[in-house]
């Protein structure tokens, strides 16, 4: 298995708070990504890095941002929790990012999110 | 806006029955993956396929990639209780580079 965790695993919080999410890697692979997986949906990008402080935004990215400060490490933010992001949050990695998506992306257990 | 639409959305059979679920779009794809999500967990590869007609096997498992590259199945022989799960197909997004997702079918093998 590949050394993904997140954290923390599970998380309610209220309306309007900020709320951090960790991924932490242990494989040295260059690209991570923040998915978020609602039922109906499947998983939806919300920001990806392909390096230390570079980073880009998916299909979904309104109200949340991102950090990458070393290769082991993305943080997404939800600057101000709404109900709408109560959601399961999956963090992935993967070695190569050949554009056409045939690159193997490893998940983490993601951490699951309610917004009251 | 490429989009992938998977049928059935839910599926529950007697072990040792075969099935197909399929993973559909009005657009090409430079290359369709499968993966299975367990429960509380993330989801893991099952399989990449890259060329139009392309059918890969693993172990009860075939894949088929259309020959349009804008469709492909998962056919699974003699179900298990194990192969219960989420599946999800993925494609590579032609016009960017990110990785488009279905909803997925949820399968259950009754033992």
């Known amino acids: 298995d590949a050394g993904i965790t997140q954290s923390p695993r599970h998380k309610v919080t209220e309306t309007g708070t900020p709320v951090t999410l960790r991924c932490h890697q242990t494989?040295?692979?260059?690209?991570m990504y923040w998915y978020r997986q609602d039922p109906g949906h499947g998983l939806r990008l919300i920001h990806y890095?392909?390096?230390?402080?570079?980073?880009d935004k998916g299909e979904v990215s309104d109200g949340y941002s991102v950090s990458r400060s070393k290769t082991e490490d993305f943080l997404l933010t939800l600057e101000s929790a709404t109900s709408s992001q109560t959601s399961v949050y999956f963090c992935?990695?993967?070695?190569?990012?050949?554009?056409?998506?045939?690159?193997?992306?490893?998940f983490g257990p993601g951490t699951r999110l309610t917004v009251l | 806006t490429q989009l992938l639409e998977q049928s059935p959305q839910f599926l529950s059979i007697q072990e040792g029955e075969n099935l197909t679920v399929y993973c559909n779009s009005s657009?090409?794809?430079?290359?369709l993956q499968w993966y299975r999500q367990e429960p509380g967990e993330g989801p893991v590869l099952l399989v990449t396929?890259?060329?139009?007609?392309e059918v890969k096997k693993l172990k009860r498992l075939t894949f088929q990639f259309g020959d349009a590259r804008k469709d492909s199945s998962l056919h699974i022989t003699a179900a298990q209780p194990g192969d219960t799960g989420l599946y999800l197909c993925?494609?590579?997004?032609?016009?960017?580079?990110?990785?488009?997702f279905g909803a997925g079918t949820r399968l259950f093998v009754k033992a």
């Open positions: 993925a494609g590579g997004d032609t016009g960017g580079f990110k990785t488009i």
């Open positions: 657009s090409v794809f430079s290359s």
């Open positions: 396929v890259v060329t139009g007609g």
């Open positions: 890095s392909y390096g230390v402080k570079d980073t």
């Open positions: 494989e040295n692979h260059r690209y």
């Open positions: 992935a990695i993967s070695a190569v990012f050949d554009g056409g998506g045939s690159d193997t992306q490893y």
